[in-house]
Nanobody, 114 residues
């Protein structure tokens, strides 16, 4: 059964760090990326692996602060979030694809206090 489960969210302070994890079952971890949705805003792509060449890409708002990584042996993706800002407050989702069918985790809340 295909499933994505996020963990690691919570309350962070501005300037601090949090690390999110996403455990994938039945979904190739190489297709997994991270989105977020802040209150009243559309869901946006935060970080992803490039489909070719192994590079990464980030939303402009998180470049230089967030790092996406993965451990293929553990079928787990990570999002290291550094230098947090209050505007990073959102529900963070991991997202994967199998043959054009999209799968989403349940989301994990990240709240950053100033």
């Amino acid at each position: 059964q295909e499933r994505l489960v996020e963990s690691g969210g919570g309350l962070g302070q501005a300037g601090g760090s949090l690390k999110l994890s996403c455990l994938a079952s039945g979904i190739n971890i190489r297709t997994v990326d991270w989105y977020r949705q802040a209150p009243g805003k559309q869901r946006e792509l935060v970080a992803a692996f490039s489909p070719y060449g192994g590079g990464t890409r980030y939303a402009d708002s998180v470049k230089g602060r967030f790092i996406i990584s993965r451990d293929v042996t553990k079928n787990t993706a990570y999002l290291q979030m550094n230098n947090l800002k209050p505007e990073d407050t959102a529900v963070y989702y991991c997202h994967g694809v199998i043959f054009a069918t999209e799968y989403w985790g349940q989301g994990t809340q990240v709240t950053v206090s100033s």
